[in-house]
């Protein structure tokens, strides 16, 4: 099972990096209304986050600049930005760097009891795997959401 969960995992980023590579970077820092964020921020925000989410179980080997907690952790939005974000080729630069990471997983890491369980909100995760479970379907929440966008902007132009 564990086996299945990475490789649900990397499917899910190749689709993340698949789809935001067909997005033309010019649209990447605009905000249709209704939204809240842009698609930079979301693809910076994925990676961010999967950074944190596996701080707790298997860790990553990638490390992102510090800029990116100020950037893209929850809570933080492109108009309060007062530094330069990422290119779009950054940004994919450090998915891609993290799908390596994903395959050198050990299967047998995501079953280990996690040393303090890790809490979001209402969301408290026991295991390194449940955590790394609900890295991707976060993941996939905000590949929704960078789609939307970008259906948004279509419509808007």
Known sequence: MSQASIQTAITARQL???????IPEEIYDMT??????????????IATMLNWFLSAGPALNTKLPESYVG????GTKPADWTAAPPSKEELIQYLSLQLDDLSRINPESLILPLDVPFEIGPLKFATAGEVFNFAFIHEAVH???????????????
């Open 71 to 74: 950037l893209f952790m929850s």
């Open 32 to 45: 249709p209304a209704g939204f809240n964020n842009t698609i930079r921020w979301n693809v910076g925000h």
């Open 16 to 22: 993340v990096i698949g789809s935001i590579q067909a």
């Open 143 to 157: 590949l929704g959401v960078i789609l939307s966008l970008v259906k948004a902007l279509q419509v808007g132009n």
